[in-house]
């Protein structure tokens, strides 16, 4: 069963009265200082106890938020323009990049700072998400339209080192301070000239 399953069923049997607790509970939950995963499974526990079959189930439902995936299609004109922006970026700084491996992909599966820049799931599959995502409720929704609006070609640029986001985390200084902002800079500079 899914969570959307599992509120829908709420509804229909309790109506209204599941709804103002199913809100009530959000905003408590909101207050409890809980981290997402936390909320999100209290959240289905909630809504589970609202259930008529009380029999052993397995509820799926997204316990952390969403994160838009980086792809680049070169059948789209503006990503295939941005494609090529940091191909020749790549070529032109042949010297400055020949102690480093690079490698270049056209899908980033993992969180950047400009994840949020684009989208490329279609509309169903987003409602699907949202409602199965217990934290859109309340603690942490996000707004699809805004990333479609704004919907711009995205590429990661990003620094080398060792343990990311971790307390020992460690960058290679001379890459990513002295390589890294040229290759940005030169990457938005041919974006914006080619044709």
């Not at 217990?134 to 942490?140: E, G, W």
């Not at 890459?175 to 041919?190: K, N």
């Amino acid at each position: 069963m899914s969570y959307k399953e599992i509120v829908d069923q709420a509804i229909a049997t309790h109506g209204q009265t599941f709804e103002r607790a199913l809100h009530e509970k959000a905003v408590e939950l909101c207050q409890a200082n809980m981290d997402l995963r936390e909320y999100n499974t209290a959240m289905v526990e909630f809504v589970w106890q609202y259930q008529p079959d009380k029999r052993p189930a397995i509820i799926l439902f997204f316990g952390s938020m969403y994160y838009p995936r980086i792809q680049l299609d070169r059948k789209n004109a503006k990503d295939a323009r941005l494609i090529q922006a940091v191909e020749e970026t790549i070529v032109a700084n042949q010297e400055l990049l020949k102690p480093y491996i690079l490698n270049t992909r056209f899908f980033f599966p993992y969180i950047a700072d400009s994840s949020f820049l684009s989208v490329s799931d279609d509309p169903a599959a987003l409602n699907s998400y949202t409602d199965n995502y217990p934290a859109n409720l309340r603690l942490q929704q996000t707004d699809f339209a805004l990333i479609g609006r704004l919907s711009m070609p995205v590429v990661n640029i990003g620094s080398y080192g060792k343990d990311a986001h971790q307390f020992l985390e460690r960058i290679d200084a001379e890459y990513t301070l002295g390589v890294v902002p040229v290759l940005i800079e030169e990457t938005i500079r041919r974006f914006f000239t080619l044709h």
